[in-house]
């Protein structure tokens, strides 16, 4: 079925229920991005939240768009469920109280019912948000804390791991290069490509990729340190974040000692 039949079938099987206040588009569906490959994204507004009556009446909804193949109530957040038909259409409903619902803009949502009025009570459009520096203080330390696990891989000769850390390095340097360019709506994890830069596009594309073999492991872990890291620390100087300065350093001094490794920059 296509999207828009979907959300217009979803919208008609609730749009008369009393319990359910208001129906809103989040996500691309929402801001107007949407293209082939977009999950669909709601919110419902109802006075007493994710209860199981209105989790029955949004599964049913749901139905009338094709068969359930994957069904998840309120288990990864306990207003959130998510769906997969069998055609593998993707819907998200996160449920929500009208105090909570207040803490969107009109920028990021599209109404498809709105019995109150909620909608029109929003602000245009939120801030930008930016991370606090109590986490990008944590993410900073997270990477030094994967980098400092080498010696661990490397000494055990457990490379496959030691390459399983490779990924979270990666993950950890996509997340800083996310953070530098400060989108205003960054989306889901599936819209990448239009929250980084060229430039940051061609830097992550030329790392080098995880091998399971001692040298390249190593190697790697370099790579990443050696491009993360000062560009951390750029980022934190901006932000007025704290630069774990020990911590790093006495990581730096185990991998000397156990690899023979030093700083790469």
């Known amino acids: 079925m296509q ?43 109802s006075k007493d939240g994710p209860t199981d009556e ?18 998840w109530d309120r288990g990864v957040r306990p207003a959130l469920i ?16 009208p105090e909570q619902f207040a803490a969107h803009s009109q920028a990021s949502l599209r109404p498809l019912f709105d019995h109150d009025g909620l909608y029109d009570q929003l602000p245009k459009e939120r801030p930008l948000r930016q991370a606090t520096p109590e986490r990008l203080l944590r993410e900073f330390e997270e990477f030094i804390r994967i980098l400092g696990l080498l010696h661990l891989a490397a000494g055990r000769e457990e490379y496959i791991n030691g390459v399983v850390g490779i990924f979270h390095l990666r993950s950890k340097l996509i997340d800083l290069l996310v953070e530098e360019t400060g989108a205003p709506d960054r989306g889901g994890a599936l819209h990448l ?19 399971v ?34 911590f790093e350093a006495v990581t730096w001094d185990k991998l000397k000692q156990s690899l023979g490794l030093t700083r790469p920059y």
Do not use: C
């Open 213 to 246: 073999e001692r040298e390249a492991m190593i190697e790697t872990h370099l790579a990443y340190a050696k491009t993360y890291l000062p560009r951390a620390r750029q980022l934190a100087k901006r932000r007025g974040v704290p630069w774990p300065e020990r």
């Open 82 to 97: 998510n769906a997969i038909t069998a055609d593998w259409t993707r819907t998200d409903v996160i449920i929500l109280r």
């Open 193 to 211: 490509n239009r929250l980084l830069t060229e430039e940051q596009k061609e830097l992550v594309a030329a790392m080098p990729a995880p091998i």
């Open 54 to 71: 209105i989790a029955g009446a949004w599964k049913a909804a749901v139905e009338r768009t094709g068969e359930i193949v994957k069904w």
């Open 3 to 45: 999207s828009e039949r979907v959300i217009e079938t979803i919208t008609d099987a609730l749009h008369s229920q009393p319990i359910i206040r208001g129906l809103f588009l989040s996500g691309s569906f929402g801001n107007g991005r949407a293209d082939a490959y977009s999950d669909i994204d709601f919110i419902l507004v």
